[in-house]
């Protein structure tokens, strides 16, 4: 089952007082500074582990007052004081669960050579290929056109990452290959998830598309 702890134990690392210490990529990064993840259930935070103790006593305490969301948009009831404690960016969005039968999708490969990713898709490393892993693809030509990849990943879960060439975009290619990966990361024995920005309207077509189920929202300060 798909919750706000999940969530963040998928997207992040977290140490063994439930703090974070990096995100859960293959090239990590420090992770923001507070994180809280809503579902109409419950509630789910962590602040970084490098914020003084002080501040993260006052950030939990605050978090312990927020009910669970109603409407999953609906802001925080405290981000006005997280925002004056913590400052940085707000980033936020709908986290969604895949339904329990996923078609699947003709024509998909399995990418475990760089070259089919090189002509649409610079910057990957064979490094990288261990940890993004399963990596799927819709391939014309030779080539990889759209490509759905583990964004992050634990033993547990894993959060989709996915691209499409720019010039290709709006031809159902992102449902498919993605549709492939859960269906991939299932066969794994890990949970699939997806998640988003609320003002990423591509991505969220995509989640509309499979009939993707939002189960929480993520209200994260980065900086």
Same mark, same amino acid.
């Given at each position: ?13 977290l ?18 500074? #507070?994180?809280?993840?809503?579902? =109409?259930a ?7 582990v ?22 999953l ?10 925002? !004056? ?10 986290? #969604? @669960? ?44 030779g080539?990889?056109? !759209?490509?759905? #990849? ?27 290959? =993605? ?12 949970v ?7 003002t990423?309207? *591509?991505?969220? @077509? ?9 189960? *929480?929202?993520?209200? !994260?300060?980065?900086?």
């Open positions: 089952m798909s919750t706000p702890d999940l969530y963040l134990q998928t997207a992040f690392v140490n063994s007082d439930g703090r974070i210490t990096s995100t859960r990529e293959p090239g990590p990064s420090r992770g923001p500074a #507070f994180s809280l993840v809503r579902s =109409t419950r509630c789910a935070w962590a602040v970084r490098d914020l003084p103790q002080k501040l993260a006593n006052e950030l939990d305490n605050l978090a312990r007052e927020e009910a669970p969301a109603l409407d948009q609906d802001t925080p009831v405290h981000a006005d004081l997280y925002m !004056s404690l913590v400052g940085g960016r707000i980033e936020s969005g709908p986290a #969604f @669960t895949f339904p329990d039968a996923v078609a699947q999708p003709a024509d998909i490969v399995f990418i475990e050579d760089l070259r089919l990713l090189s002509h649409n898709f610079r910057g990957w490393t064979a490094g990288e290929i261990p940890g993004r892993s399963p990596i799927l693809a819709v391939v014309e030509h080539h990889a056109v !759209s490509v759905c #990849f583990c964004a992050r990943r634990s033993d547990v879960a894993a959060e989709a990452g996915l691209e499409t060439a720019t010039a290709l975009r709006g031809r159902g290619f992102g449902p498919r290959v =993605t549709a492939a990966w859960a269906l991939a990361i299932r066969a794994s024995g890990r699939p998830l997806y998640s988003t920005s609320w990423n309207d *591509a991505s969220l @077509t995509v989640a509309r598309k499979l009939g993707l189920v939002a189960y *929480a929202s993520t209200w !994260s300060l980065t900086g």
